[in-house]
C-alpha cells in the first residue's frame, strides 16, 4: 500500500501552460515536503509545509498543505522548459504506521515534461 | 563545498558478485540515508546512520550492509548481487532534526545506477 499517492503519474505539457499536481493520503501528517528530481541527478527539496492550510510559493510555484494535513497540491503558473523533472512529495512516517519512525517517506512521483 | 559524492557513477554486476557503494559528505552532517529508486516508483530507504558507529534499517534493508566509522563517509555493501538490486542508488545527509515532526533538508548525491545480470 502506497502511503502517500501522487497525481497525475504523467504530465505533458506546452510552455506557458499551468498544471496542478498531487499528492495524497489517508494519514495524516505533521509536514510534506516536495523534491524536484531532473535526469540524472538526486532530489533537490523545493519546500517544506508544516501548518494546515498553509500556502508557500515559491517564484512561478505555489505549495498547499491541505487543512486536514493528509494532502498537498503544487501549482505551477506559467510553466516553462525548465520545470521539466520528477516532482517527489515525502512526508514523516507518521507514528502509527510502524516501521522506521521518523525517517520520510516517498510518493512515486509525477514526471512534468514541458515543451517548448 | 562539494556536497554529498557518490562513487560509482554506474556499475553492472553478475549475479552473486560484491560490491561497495561509497558515499561521502563535506557538510558535517551527523544524519545519513541510503534509497533506492526503482522505475516508476519513489525513493525506498534501506539504512540511515544518525552518527558515526550508529545504524539502522529502514524499509528495505534485506540485502545489503552499512558500516559508519566516520561522520563523513557511509558505504553501502551488496554482499551477494541479485537483479532484484538493479536499481539507482542514492546517499543522503542531514543534520539532526529539531523539531521531531518537521524534517531537515535532504541534500542528496547524484546516484550510482547499478544493473545486475
Known amino acids: 500500500t502506497q502511503l502517500l499517492e501522487q497525481s497525475p503519474q504523467f504530465l505533458s505539457i506546452q510552455e506557458g501552460e499551468n498544471l496542478t499536481v498531487y499528492c495524497n493520503s489517508s494519514?495524516?501528517?505533521?509536514?510534506l515536503q516536495w523534491y524536484r528530481q531532473e535526469p540524472g541527478e538526486g532530489p533537490v527539496l523545493l519546500v517544506t509545509v508544516v501548518t494546515g492550510g498553509e500556502v508557500k510559493k515559491l517564484k512561478r510555484l505555489t505549495f498547499q498543505f491541505g487543512d486536514a494535513r493528509k494532502d498537498s497540491s503544487l501549482h505551477i503558473t506559467a510553466a516553462q522548459p525548465g520545470d521539466t523533472g520528477l516532482y517527489l512529495c515525502?512526508?514523516?512516517?507518521?507514528?502509527?504506521?510502524?516501521?522506521?519512525?521518523?525517517?520520510?517517506?516517498f510518493g512515486k512521483g509525477t514526471k512534468l515534461s514541458v515543451k517548448p | 563545498n562539494a556536497g554529498v559524492t557518490q562513487t560509482p557513477k554506474f556499475r553492472i554486476l553478475k549475479i552473486g558478485q560484491s560490491m561497495t557503494l561509497q558515499c561521502t559528505q563535506d557538510m558535517n552532517h551527523n544524519y545519513m540515508y541510503w534509497y533506492r529508486q526503482d522505475p516508476g516508483m519513489g525513493l525506498k530507504l534501506i539504512y540511515y546512520s544518525v552518527g558515526a558507529g550508529i545504524t539502522d534499517k529502514g524499509e528495505v534493508p534485506n540485502g545489503y550492509n552499512v558500516s559508519r566509522s566516520t561522520t563523513e563517509d557511509f558505504p553501502l555493501r551488496l554482499e551477494l548481487a541479485a537483479p532484484s538490486q538493479t536499481s539507482v542508488y542514492f546517499c543522503?545527509?542531514?543534520?539532526?532534526?529539531?523539531?521531531?515532526?518537521?524534517?531537515?533538508?535532504?541534500?542528496f548525491g547524484p546516484g550510482t545506477r547499478l544493473t545486475v545480470l
Open positions: 494519514s495524516v501528517f505533521s509536514s
Open positions: 515525502a512526508g514523516v512516517r507518521p507514528l502509527n504506521y510502524g516501521g522506521s519512525q521518523g525517517n520520510l517517506i
Open positions: 543522503a545527509s542531514s543534520r539532526p532534526r529539531r523539531r521531531r515532526s518537521v524534517p531537515d533538508t535532504q541534500y
